[in-house]
């Protein structure tokens, strides 16, 4: 699909006719090298931080809130000041002079306080005494900015994904454990208090031994996913701090021709996002991954391709990613951006039964579906498992965020960076393995290959031995639903070592 108007080459623009070029070219430099991806993680949990600042009110500055960083970000801490909260919204720092005037107007009106306004959120760090931060940028810049605020010494709000890879990611975690500061992650369903609820029933052993978990965002637009972003003729290089919003500077992407699509609909592109991976597959992920306890895979493998919204972007609009887990779990997060009506529910699976939640983030229960008594030898019926829903879970995973911050406490809140971690080497290595057409493997020390240790060998080998059976952190159902029985018959079985019956002893 060739630019509508291709730019004049200029000796700081090459001739290219085509976006998508550009933006491959971009994208290369963000692939992982998968020989030589590690990051040093420890176990450990962090330190505890001191509480926010050495403000008697917690100051907050926002870098980049645009549409999420906007409607989320702001017009939710506006929310909790309105009603009491030990909070000011002081500062804005945001590339788009349209954007960062309608914010700070916005702060202003609800707090009747004026917010400073920056371009570069590095002065506002420096100038305005901030007790912490929220990150709304597009992902490219999420782990920088992160890690500056850290090495600050404030504490974060950062909207998912958590990072644009998972090396970054690793990154971030190691760097938030070492900092004791207090960091959110965006995904507002982890605010659910059904995920710690179900995490409990499974370590008891309700389902007997975890088998799988599934899990969807299914959507559907005639416009195409992402491009009812609307475009605006006041997004222009005057307006727009094009090259630092790129990154240049950093070296987060290459230095291309100005682009309103690019600029407002970046989720369609390699460069800047993973379109339905890590804007949407990681929220049902981390939810999954917070009920079920598990962290980083042990493989992950991803398909899909562009079968319909032949606009220009570079990600699918189908999609599905497997991976599968160290303690014998696999995990199936699928969907596709061309079709809403037929979701995939999402489900927990486990010998004895399964968790089904049916779709979205609005839950007031959950039901239980036993298997058939002549497998699980226990009488357990179906069961309707009621859940207090959350009417506005943006607003409670904005007040758990404050919360810890209050306190000073890392620990408190329901989105660490662990787990950000986690989901974002699921969902990103599900990308990445799309399109390089690979299997990536992580080992304990997290360091990610595509070369295979021997996943299905390490398994068949424990099938010849008989076990143990692997279980999922926290297990203490001891061998409820983990063991299988041997048939009279199964004496039978074995091989005939110099033509004699096994049976016969």
Same mark, same amino acid.
Request: with cysteine; net charge negative.
């Given at each position: 699909m060739?630019?509508?108007?291709?730019?004049v080459?200029?000796?700081?623009?090459?001739?290219?006719?085509?976006?998508?070029?550009?933006?491959?070219?971009?994208?290369?430099?963000?692939?992982?090298s998968?020989?030589?991806?590690t990051?040093?993680?420890t176990?450990?949990?962090?330190?505890?931080?001191?509480?926010?600042?050495?403000?008697?009110?917690?100051?907050?500055?926002?870098?980049?809130p645009?549409?999420?960083g906007?409607?989320?970000?702001v017009?939710s801490?506006?929310k909790h000041?309105?009603a009491?909260?030990?909070?000011d919204?002081?500062a804005?720092?945001?590339?788009?002079?349209?954007?960062?005037?309608?914010?700070?107007?916005?702060?202003?009106k609800?707090?009747k306080?004026?917010?400073?306004?920056?371009?570069d959120?590095?002065?506002?760090?420096?100038?305005?005494?901030?007790?912490?931060?929220?990150?709304?940028?597009?992902?490219?810049w999420?782990?920088r900015?992160?890690?500056?605020?850290?090495?600050?010494?404030?504490?974060?709000y950062c909207?998912?994904?958590?990072?644009k890879?998972?090396q970054?990611?690793?990154?971030v975690?190691?760097?938030?454990?070492?900092?004791?500061?207090?960091?959110?992650?965006?995904?507002?369903?982890t605010?659910?208090?059904v995920?710690?609820e179900?995490n409990?029933?499974?370590?008891?052993?309700?389902l007997?031994?975890v088998?799988?978990?599934?899990?969807?965002y299914f959507?559907?637009?005639d416009?195409?996913?992402?491009?009812?972003?609307k475009?605006?003729?006041?997004m222009t290089?005057?307006?727009?701090?094009?090259k630092?919003?790129?990154?240049?500077?950093?070296?987060?992407?290459?230095?291309?021709?100005?682009?309103r699509?690019?600029?407002?609909?970046?989720?369609?592109?390699?460069?800047?996002?993973?379109?339905?991976?890590?804007?949407?597959?990681?929220?049902?992920?981390?939810?999954?991954?917070?009920?079920?306890?598990?962290?980083v895979?042990?493989r992950?493998?991803? $398909? *899909?391709?562009?079968? !319909?919204?032949?606009?220009?972007? &570079?990600v699918?609009?189908v /999609?599905?990613v @497997?991976?599968?887990?160290?303690?014998?779990v696999?995990?199936?997060?699928?969907?596709?951006m061309?079709n809403?009506?037929?979701r995939?529910?999402?489900l927990?699976?486990?010998?004895?039964g399964?968790?089904?939640?049916?779709n979205?983030?609005?839950?007031?229960?959950?039901?239980?579906?036993?298997?058939?008594?002549?497998?699980?030898?226990?009488?357990?019926?179906?069961?309707?498992?009621?859940?207090?829903?959350?009417?506005?879970?943006t607003?409670?995973?904005?007040?758990?965020?404050?919360?810890?911050?209050e $306190? *000073?406490?890392p620990? !408190?809140?329901?989105?660490q960076? &662990?787990?950000?971690?986690? /989901?974002m080497? @699921?969902v990103?290595?599900?990308?990445?393995?799309?399109?390089?057409?690979?299997?990536?493997?992580?080992?304990?020390d997290?360091?990610?290959?595509?070369?295979?240790?021997?996943?299905?060998?390490?398994?068949?080998?424990?099938?010849?031995?008989?076990?143990?059976v692997?279980?999922?952190?926290?297990?203490?159902a001891?061998?409820?639903?983990?063991k299988?029985?041997?048939?009279?018959?199964?004496q039978?079985?074995g091989?005939?070592?110099?033509?004699?019956?096994?049976?016969?002893?």
């Open positions: 060739g630019l509508k108007h291709p730019p080459p200029t000796p700081e623009t090459p001739a290219m006719s085509d976006r998508r070029e550009f933006l491959k070219t971009s994208a290369a430099a963000a692939t992982i998968a020989a030589t991806l990051a040093a993680t176990t450990s949990q962090p330190a505890s931080a001191a509480p926010a600042g050495s403000n008697e009110r917690m100051r907050i500055g926002f870098i980049g645009g549409g999420r906007f409607g989320a970000h017009k801490l506006c000041h309105q009491g909260r030990k909070i919204l002081v804005v720092a945001e590339v788009f002079e349209t954007q960062r005037d309608t914010v700070a107007d916005y702060i202003e609800a707090t306080t004026k917010p400073a306004k920056y371009v959120y590095r002065d506002m760090i420096e100038k305005e005494n901030l007790d912490a931060v929220c990150i709304g940028t597009p992902d490219h999420h782990h900015q992160t890690i500056d605020a850290l090495e600050a010494g404030l504490n974060v909207e998912k994904p958590m990072t890879t998972v970054e990611a690793f990154d975690e190691d760097k938030w454990r070492a900092s004791g500061k207090v960091m959110q992650v965006g995904v507002q369903s605010s659910l208090p995920w710690d179900v409990a029933l499974l370590r008891e052993g309700k007997g031994k088998l799988g978990f599934q899990t969807e959507r559907n637009s416009v195409g996913q992402w491009r009812y972003y475009l605006t003729p006041d290089p005057k307006t727009i701090d094009w630092r919003w790129l990154g240049t500077e950093h070296d987060l992407a290459e230095d291309v021709p100005f682009d699509e690019v600029y407002k609909q970046w989720r369609r592109f390699w460069p800047f996002g993973s379109g339905m991976f890590t804007d949407l597959f990681v929220h049902r992920t981390t939810s999954m991954l917070k009920a079920t306890g598990l962290r895979p042990g992950v493998v991803g $398909a *899909g391709g562009v079968y !319909l919204e032949y606009d220009g972007r &570079d699918p609009d /999609a599905t @497997v991976a599968d887990f160290n303690e014998g696999q995990g199936l997060i699928t969907a596709t061309c809403e009506e037929s995939v529910n999402q927990i699976r486990g010998h004895y399964t968790f089904a939640f049916g979205g983030e609005s839950f007031d229960g959950f039901d239980f579906i036993p298997e058939r008594g002549p497998v699980t030898h226990v009488r357990q019926e179906a069961e309707r498992i009621t859940t207090n829903p959350i009417d506005n879970t607003m409670a995973h904005f007040a758990n965020w404050l919360d810890a911050c $306190a *000073g406490d620990s !408190l809140c329901n989105n960076p &662990d787990l950000g971690a986690a /989901a080497s @699921v990103n290595l599900g990308a990445q393995s799309y399109r390089q057409g690979k299997v990536f493997f992580v080992d304990e997290h360091k990610i290959s595509d070369q295979d240790p021997g996943w299905a060998a390490k398994w068949e080998e424990r099938s010849a031995k008989g076990g143990p692997a279980h999922i952190p926290g297990w203490n001891g061998e409820y639903g983990s299988q029985r041997d048939p009279d018959y199964m039978y079985g091989p005939w070592l110099n033509g004699k019956d096994p049976s016969e002893g």
